[in-house]
């Protein structure tokens, strides 16, 4: 008893003379003077994005319109291809979201818990397929099965504008640009999705049940309620990545650059600054290959904010749910 | 009864009020729902099914044709038609992710080690939030970044292996930081203070107990960082381009790499158009396959690499 005390006694005494001088080596300082410079060069890095695009951007803003192609300058050029980015990717998360919630509630809540796992495991394995098989394989085997879901739709549904038709033969079309993005971020969605679910406190979960509530009752009572914002942070990061897509797009889209249409199912429709990118780039020169780094640095711009969104809204639920 | 535990759990209220009139038909109607509900659920998970079974199934039935001898023994030099092979892309695919790896490994480790062991206040703040963010880059997008970096100091129209590197470092150096930070966090304060009660310095904590303890984790994590970014296309495309021929200098033309190759000879088959269709089928299978063997080799480290932790 005596002993433990003198020592805490000889702790607090020591403490106050080792804070002020703690001995740094020069190999502490080393080590730790690189990896900081590590941490700050990542932030260059996102810096030097924004700013070498800019940089390279700026001829084609600089340069009399109709030098640049399509003749009537950068705005005219970009627009039509920031339209048909957005519409691809708000249709892509319109088909990822129901699905990816039913997923994760399917691992969560109904699955069999040893089975589970594995089958998050599955739908992992959809995110590590490349964005170019995505491409093929939309291209080769969903395509041509859409293309009678077409023609019904534009046949029977071709009041409204998004299948007024005529309809692809080919199923080239934005819809399968959608159900294929959709399928791409679907695992990005349900991993976040799935994630929060398992957080539910389960005396939430377990006072519904005993209050007689079916399992339903009991989701959406105290599982969707506790994870809506990472279901919405979760679909906002789905929704950068659908952005951003590429070579599934190129592959996929039969594209009329500089169209604005809401058809869906016809084979004019307008193009996403990804996939045109990739088209043109390889063959572009002089003042085209800047206008395409201008459209590059919109798209940078737009997902930038699309991410920082969700990001925001994913930490806000991390610290909250830390915090209780 | 129900009121007892209303406090306790707020969603106990809403259920209790739903339940306060509970009849037989309207029971009948909740279990109804329930089923319903039940099975959209399953159906979601089995329609979530059909694009993987049936993408890697068409990705077989229609690679498996040209997965012979020739295609991993020839480049595509004097080739048209018949014949040809992916020996000069699988070559330019390993030499850029190598360089790649070269680049990210090191930056995003002690990145994650600065994050987990050194940082403080705004810019550990700042650093994680920007990782974060940095992972939704699209990868046009870093493609073009590394374009007009080296554009500004070769000239315009520069394709070369090293660009392609860089590109894919912009989308691999936030992976490996997220998941050596996870792995980081995960090895007990406990190791730490023994090691500084040794009088051992940080630095030599670090590297002789902390990293050690975690290669597992790193190993898994480096290896998936790695199947993440080899089958990226779109930056390629616009920094390295395709050859015909075999270049294995990264620092001099364009090289062929796996996913670029599968690319063109889809797109551009030329005529007859079938042979080069099949040996882009046979190249995304093969890039499939690299895929999923990373990820089971990440998977095998995990589980054979673990440290014992006696629990």
């Known amino acids: 008893m005596t002993t433990q005390h003198s020592q805490a006694a000889r702790d607090v005494d020591r403490r106050p003379g080792l804070s002020p001088a703690p001995v740094r080596r020069l190999g502490d300082r080393l080590f730790a003077g690189t990896s900081r410079s590590a941490g700050v060069l990542i932030l260059a890095i996102l810096a030097g994005v924004a700013a070498f695009l800019v940089v390279q951007a700026l001829p084609a803003l600089t340069a009399p319109r109709s030098e640049v192609p399509g003749g009537h300058g950068v705005a005219a050029y970009v627009g039509p291809l920031l339209f048909g980015t957005v519409l691809a990717a708000l249709l892509a998360l319109l088909i990822a979201t129901p699905l990816a919630v039913g997923v994760a509630l399917f691992i969560t809540q109904y699955a069999p818990r040893r089975l589970a796992q594995g089958l998050g495991y599955l739908v992992d394995l959809l995110a590590a397929i490349p964005s170019i098989v995505y491409g093929f394989w939309g291209i080769a085997w969903l395509a041509p099965r859409l293309t009678p879901l077409y023609g019904w739709l534009a046949d029977h549904l071709g009041f409204l504008p998004f299948f007024s038709g005529p309809a692809s033969v080919t199923g080239k079309t934005m819809f399968t640009v959608g159900i294929v993005l959709g399928v791409m971020i679907l695992p990005i969605v349900s991993a976040l999705t799935r994630e929060v679910f398992l957080q539910v406190p389960s005396l939430h979960r377990e006072a519904a049940l005993a209050l007689g509530a079916t399992r339903w009752e009991m989701i959406r009572l105290a599982v969707l309620p506790y994870g809506r914002s990472g279901i919405i942070g979760g679909a906002m990061l789905g929704l950068g990545r659908a952005l951003g897509e590429t070579l599934a797009v190129a592959i996929v889209l039969s594209a009329s650059p500089g169209l604005v249409s809401f058809n869906l199912v016809s084979s004019n429709n307008p193009s996403t600054i990804a996939s045109n990118i990739a088209l043109q780039f390889p063959d572009s020169t002089g003042i085209g290959v800047n206008t395409l780094i201008a459209s590059g640095l919109a798209l940078f711009v737009l997902t930038f904010v699309v991410n920082v969104l969700a990001r925001g809204i994913v930490n806000r639920r991390a610290e909250f749910s830390g915090g209780s | ?311």
Do not use: C
């Open chain 2, 1 to 311: 009864m129900s009121q007892n535990s209303a406090p306790q759990a707020p969603a106990g209220a809403s259920v209790a009020t739903s339940l306060a009139g509970a009849g037989l038909r309207s029971r009948r109607r909740r279990k109804a729902t329930d089923r319903l509900m039940t099975f959209l659920v399953y159906g979601a998970f089995a329609v979530t099914l059909i694009p993987l079974l049936s993408l890697v199934f068409e990705v077989v039935r229609r690679g498996i044709a040209r997965l012979d001898g020739e295609f991993f023994n020839s480049s595509m030099v004097g080739i048209v038609g018949k014949g040809g092979g992916v020996y000069h892309a699988i070559f330019g695919t390993l030499i850029i992710t190598g360089l790649t790896v070269v680049i990210s490994v090191p930056i995003g480790l002690l990145t994650a080690i600065y994050l987990v062991e050194y940082g403080t206040g705004r810019l550990k703040k700042a650093i994680t939030f920007l990782v974060d963010v940095m992972t939704g880059i699209p990868s046009i997008v870093a493609g073009l970044f590394a374009y007009a970096l080296f554009a500004i100091f070769f000239g315009p129209g520069i394709r070369l292996g090293i660009i392609g590197s860089v590109a894919l470092s912009v989308l691999m150096i936030p992976v490996v930081v997220r998941s050596a930070e996870e792995v980081l966090k995960l090895v007990p304060t406990e190791l730490r203070e023994a090691s500084y009660a040794l009088g051992v310095p940080k630095w030599r904590t670090i590297v002789k107990v902390i990293l050690p303890t975690a290669i597992a984790g790193l190993g898994t994590g480096v290896t998936l960082a790695i199947a993440r970014i080899i089958g990226e296309t779109a930056p390629l495309l616009v920094t390295v381009g395709i050859t015909n021929a075999t270049n294995l200098d990264p620092v001099n033309g364009r090289m062929a790499t796996l996913p670029v190759f599968a690319y063109y000879q889809l797109t551009q088959p030329g005529v007859p158009p079938e042979f080069a269709i099949d040996r882009a089928w046979t190249a995304a299978l093969v890039l499939i396959m690299l895929v999923m063997g990373l990820n089971l080799v990440a998977r095998l480290i995990s589980r054979f690499f673990a440290p014992k932790t006696g629990r």
